[in-house]
């Protein structure tokens, strides 16, 4: 054979090895994307089948009510179910609820604790199976808790102790006799503590009277009136949330007392118009749909492996009828 055709042949295999090379890298790039768009394809159905828990303190008031709108808001938008159960402010009930989240092998579980310490057994079973529990204003004693989420209690009802002081030596001549109407949560007592050690900077500011509503309307409406009947010199009424606030205006307003309102939480329609008349005097909003969506955002974070807070709070705001509109 000539060297000619040997060059030919050395050619022709060259050509054949060099097709075979690039076809060997395509193969791979093909094979490289195919497994990506499959682990694309598996994270998404991962985090479409998550599923978290989110066990409320009482759908019967407006502020637990956005408080779960949004995490139901969180939830559509990163495309996980969300499981809303509801204790009705019972602590019993919430203890089962959350053991039932665990019963349903969820990923995750939001509490807002009616009382801390009956749930540190549960919080630690959830522990055991590796769900992590995020809760709402209230502080649980346990290490499973991954985040707490809300308002510094105490710390934000001084300051606003401090605001209701003021008031009351500019108005009253620093002088008042005070009821509180409360509900015996530990996020609720927290805030009356706060409250209390203000006023002690204004030795005529006299708290002569508290009420547990037990954040039930009804039942706040009654201790208020038996409140007022017992006390006719009450002037100034400090409510530690919604319920308790409606229903010491109720009360007010069927004996009518002028009684000068402070109060917490949430803006429900029923406390514009007092706002407007200037009854309520000052009002620490609270941003429950932010604690909600802000929980869920949190855990969804920690299930991807992220690291994650573990304290997210924010100050609430003070409303008064001088910047009410900004609040409708």
């Known amino acids: 054979m000539t060297c000619h055709g040997r060059s030919h042949i050395v050619i022709a295999r060259f050509k054949s090895l060099r097709e075979n090379n690039v076809l060997n890298k395509f193969i791979k790039a093909a ?7 499959a682990l694309a394809v598996s994270g998404a159905a991962t985090a479409q089948d998550r599923t978290i828990c989110f066990v409320t303190f009482s759908l019967q008031i407006a502020y637990f009510q956005s408080s779960v709108a949004g995490g139901k808001k969180a939830a559509e938008d990163l495309g996980v179910e969300l499981i809303v159960l509801d204790p009705q402010a019972d602590a019993g009930r919430q203890v089962t609820q959350v053991e039932d989240c665990i019963s349903r092998n969820v990923d995750a579980i939001v509490v807002d604790p009616i009382e801390s310490t009956s749930l540190i057994g549960v919080i630690a079973e959830a522990g ?12 649980v004693d346990s290490p499973h808790v991954v985040t707490l989420i809300g308002v510094p209690q105490y710390e934000a009802s001084y300051t606003f102790g401090q605001f209701v002081a003021g008031w009351i030596i500019g108005k009253l001549g620093g002088t008042a006799k005070i009821g509180i109407m409360l509900a015996s949560s530990e996020v609720q007592l927290a805030r009356r503590d706060g409250f209390v050690d203000a006023l002690k ?30 006390n006719p010199d009450i002037n100034v009424i400090y409510a530690t949330g919604d319920p308790s606030l409606q229903g010491g205006l109720a009360a007010a307003e069927a004996q009518g007392r002028d009684i000068a309102f402070f109060g917490w939480d949430d803006i429900p329609e029923p406390f514009i118009k007092p706002l407007e008349d200037g009854r309520i005097v000052g009002f ?20 991807d492996g992220k690291e ?15 910047n009410l509109d900004s609040y409708r």
């Open 31 to 37: 094979a490289a994307v195919a497994a990506a768009g």
């Open 128 to 139: 055991e199976r590796n769900i992590p529990v995020a809760t709402l204003d209230t502080k």
């Open 201 to 230: 900077a204004v030795p005529g500011a006299e708290v002569v009277a508290t009420g547990d509503g037990r954040n039930i309307l009804e039942r706040s409406t009654a201790e208020a009136e038996d409140m007022l009947t017992a």
């Open 284 to 303: 620490l909003k609270q941003k429950p749909a932010v604690g909600g969506e802000t929980a869920v955002r949190l855990l969804v974070d920690h299930l």
């Open 308 to 322: 994650i807070t573990s304290r997210f709070s924010y100050n609430p705001d003070v409303v008064t009828t001088f």
